[in-house]
């Protein structure tokens, strides 16, 4: 039997009571607030929306503001996409770390590629499932060239503009060299920005006499982690009892539902048997396509 002294209030109550208490009366946990990003990165379609600044700024901002909490949780399930939105929620999440004084930890599910890969770096420390998929430090570009077809059905194709560049890759119009080397250079550059980012988080940790690092190429977790793009193995549950204690408490700090009429009609549309809307069928064809890529 405990002693009188070390009898609390607490103590006489079951755990799942100590809600009831004031705050000073109740036992010390280590909160984690968990923030999940998952999803192509950019705006897919407007049913249809990936990850972006705009709707991840409120999120990370709730997660960095819970009171008490010993660390902020990040876990990322992307294949990438737009690489300023990377970019971006990559910069919110470090601005936050530094500002609140907390760690980052990012967790990574099936993936952490591209953008995804970007994003887990502003992470003080990633942790990867064994068959999660890691890096893909690159940049790609797609798209589909429709010359061909509307030259076949005799459709004419009718651009006007002011500026010699304004029509740049036109899918309409047969593809450029000159725009392709365009592209590439701006692509080029990008690709810079990623390289240097990682370099700067990972530092020392990375095996830079590898070569194809930065090629655009990718691995599961326990080659990651030779790799030094992350830091360890393991799961969200293990990793954070392991380092704040059995007691932890994750806190899911989830995004704000969307506007009831959005989500009316979004099922309308999905009941609507025979209308496909052909925006919103290119979208899922390119989010599978960014998927796909890595095998997944």
């Known amino acids: 039997m405990k002693p009188m002294s070390q009898i609390t209030l607490a103590s006489l109550l079951p755990e799942r009571l100590h809600f ?4 000073r009366l109740r036992p010390e946990r280590a909160i984690v607030p968990v923030v999940r990003l998952s999803g192509p990165i950019g705006a897919v379609m407007p049913l249809r929306p990936g990850l972006a600044m705009a709707s991840m700024a409120p999120v990370l901002e709730r997660a960095f503001a819970v009171p008490g909490a010993k660390a902020v949780a990040l876990v990322i ?5 737009s690489a300023a939105q990377s970019h971006l929620i990559y910069r ?11 760690p980052v930890l990012a967790f990574v599910e099936d993936a952490a590629a591209s953008g995804g890969y970007m994003i887990a770096c502003a992470a003080d420390e990633i942790f990867a499932d ?10 790609v570009s797609a798209g589909f060239g429709f010359d061909r077809l509307i030259e076949r059905f005799g459709i004419e194709r009718r651009v ?19 725009d392709v080397e365009r592209l590439k250079t701006l692509q080029r550059h990008i690709h810079d920005v990623f390289i240097d980012l990682v370099k700067a988080r ?17 691995w599961v977790g326990a080659e990651a982690k030779a790799l030094g793009l992350v830091d360890g193995l393991g799961d969200i549950r293990s990793v954070l009892r392991a380092r704040f204690g059995e007691k932890v408490q994750m806190r899911m700090i989830e995004p704000a539902r969307p506007p009831l009429i959005a989500r009316l009609l ?31």
């Open 20 to 23: 009831l208490l004031p705050g």
């Open 77 to 81: 399930n992307s294949p990438g996409g």
């Open 92 to 102: 919110r999440i470090r601005a936050l770390a530094e500002e609140k004084k907390l």
């Open 130 to 139: 064994p068959a999660s998929i890691v890096g893909s430090i690159g940049v």
């Open 160 to 178: 006007h503009t002011a500026g010699e560049n304004k029509a740049i890759l036109d899918p309409f119009q047969p593809e450029d060299p000159k």
């Open 202 to 218: 990972r530092a020392e940790k990375l095996d830079t006499a590898n070569g194809d690092l930065f090629t655009g190429a990718f």
């Open 266 to 296: 979004g099922r309308r549309s999905a009941g609507q048997i025979g209308l496909i809307d052909p925006a919103e069928a290119i979208g899922a064809i390119e989010e599978r396509a960014a998927w796909a890529r890595l095998g997944l």
